[in-house]
Nanobody
Framework: QVQLVESGGGLVQAGGSQRLSCAVS????????MGWFRQAPGKEREFVSA????????ASTDSMKDRFTISKDVAKNTVWLQMNSLSTEDTGVYSC????????????WGQGTQVTVSA
């Protein structure tokens, strides 16, 4: 069974940075596409970014692409999301997820970590 545990959330001022971690256990993350999602208060969960088996990545919007960087270390079985130039609109619960290569469904989810950006 694969388990994902996020950490690194907290309170940050607008314009600041935050680095989220997702520790994977149970199987090697080398087998999965890894992703980050977020859910703002009162809104649907949205895709943020993903990193693929070969190391390539994608982001949901140009704004996220410019400010957020997803990375992974297979040896540490950990995925990170570096977020810069945060705004209050980035507030939400950030969750990491894993899916098998070629699958459209995200199979495993973490419990999420709260990121609150203050004005």
């Amino acid at each position: 069974q694969v388990q994902l545990v996020e950490s690194g959330g907290g309170l940050v001022q607008a314009g600041g940075s935050q680095r989220l971690s997702c520790a994977v256990s149970g199987r090697s993350l080398a087998l999965y596409t890894m992703g980050w999602f977020r859910q703002a208060p009162g809104k649907e969960r949205e895709f943020v970014s993903a990193i693929y088996l070969g190391g390539g990545s994608s982001a949901s919007t140009d704004s996220m692409k410019d400010r957020f960087t997803i990375s992974k270390d297979v040896a540490k079985n950990t995925v990170w999301l570096q977020m810069n130039s945060l705004s209050t609109e980035d507030t939400g619960v950030y969750s990491c997820a894993a899916k098998f290569r070629g699958s459209s469904a995200w199979t495993y989810w973490g419990q999420g970590t709260q990121v609150t950006v203050s004005a």
